[in-house]
């Protein structure tokens, strides 16, 4: 394990599917992670307390506790960013369809730039298989009982997943509405996926996902005319929480208004 | 339950500063509109630092209200949910407190 930043933890796993299985740090966050260090203020106190706290003393450390995190991501960032790659974090409930789109983005590309994926699942390869087969070349990531990625699996994603420069990078963040939301992966834009079989409450329910998003992706509206899913309503409780976000329901199903995504996409 | 992810990232990053000292106490900043439910991260941080020198440490949580500040009519608010509503009804509305996820000292022996 990568003393520094963690990388390959016992319990998180890292597959490649499809041939591309390599580990040899040739992405390398540097291990130079800047860690923070100085204004440790170290006041002992006073001698008349006799008890335990005579003998402590308390230092100031005023530090994000995601500052780690935080600090990966921004290296991760950068380095996408020198490497010409778009990084989409895709974020949902499971069951959304994140994987359906992602498979019909990759068939259809229109973004004249190849696609890349790192999965992100508690178990199994099922998800980088259906990506490798829909031809995208993906790096599987098993959290465990981990519910969400975090900026030292992507990291490891990425050192095994060697992105073409100038490719998009979708990060399918593992099925969850709530921890994904407070986790940095470096990546560009944040994507929320719901659909309308979830109910249209969802962004009142999980207001920080919402909070977070750049673009909610609504999809099965081809189910609409079945399930009492009021769009509107749905939008406008999303923008209660993030008045700037983007807004483009779809069905990955059939098609409809796919365009939109991909003019979107095509914008990142 | 990301509460225990953010409990070792505390433990991770007390033990950085703390050079193996044992830690009596950590006093953390978790504001109300983090997204860290300081009853769960309690109970994680016992978990995380079983075995490490925060081992039976006492940790003490503040827990901030948000504030917000509405640049309709320039009044500022308290707010505990992620609305962004002023009671004006202006939606123009900047969180300025509240998201703060902090370590802010620690007692070592």
Request: proline letters at 3%; a negative charge.
């Amino acid at each position: 394990m990568c003393a520094t930043c963690g990388c390959g933890t016992d319990e998180v796993r890292v597959t490649s599917v499809g041939g591309h299985d390599r580990h040899d740090h040739h992405r390398q966050h540097g291990h130079d992670h800047p860690h923070q260090h100085g204004h440790d203020h170290q006041h002992d106190h006073d001698d008349d307390h006799r008890s335990v706290e005579a003998r402590t003393h308390t230092i100031e450390l005023e530090t994000s506790v995601l500052a780690k995190n935080d600090e990966l991501a921004a290296h991760t960032r950068r380095w996408l960013t020198e490497h010409g790659i778009s990084a989409v974090n895709l974020m949902s409930s499971p069951g959304a369809g994140k994987t359906s789109l992602l498979e019909r983005t990759i068939r259809e590309n229109r973004t004249g730039r190849s696609i890349a994926v790192i999965e992100g699942d508690q178990e199994t390869l099922l998800d980088a298989e259906r990506i490798r087969a829909a031809g995208a070349k993906a790096v599987q990531i098993n959290t465990g009982a981990g519910c969400h990625l975090d900026a030292t699996m992507v990291s490891s994603g990425l050192d095994r997943l060697q992105p073409e420069d100038d490719s998009v990078l979708f990060l399918e963040n593992v099925g969850n509405l709530v921890c994904p939301a407070l986790f940095d992966l470096g990546e560009a834009r944040k994507v929320v996926v719901i659909s309308v079989t979830e109910g249209d409450d969802k962004p009142l329910k999980y207001p920080h996902m919402f909070a977070a998003a750049d673009l909610v992706l609504v999809n099965k509206t081809d189910l609409l005319p079945y399930v009492d899913f009021d769009l509107d309503r749905c939008e406008k409780d999303a923008r209660s929480l993030n008045p700037g976000l983007e807004w483009v329901p779809v069905s990955v199903r059939n098609g409809v208004n796919l365009d939109a995504w991909y003019r979107w996409l095509g914008a990142v | 339950m990301h509460e225990l992810s953010i409990a070792e990232s505390v433990v991770e990053a007390v033990r950085e500063r703390t050079a193996g000292r044992p830690v009596h106490k950590v006093r953390l900043t978790v504001g109300r509109l983090s997204g860290v439910v300081p009853e769960a991260l309690t109970f994680c941080f016992d978990l995380a630092a079983a075995g490490t020198s925060l081992e039976g440490a006492v940790l003490e949580i503040d827990a901030p209200h948000g504030r917000a500040h509405c640049r309709g009519c320039r009044r500022d608010f308290t707010m505990d949910d992620l609305i962004l509503l002023c009671d004006c009804g202006s939606a123009d509305v900047e969180v300025v407190a509240g998201r703060e996820l902090q370590v802010t000292s620690v007692e070592v022996g």
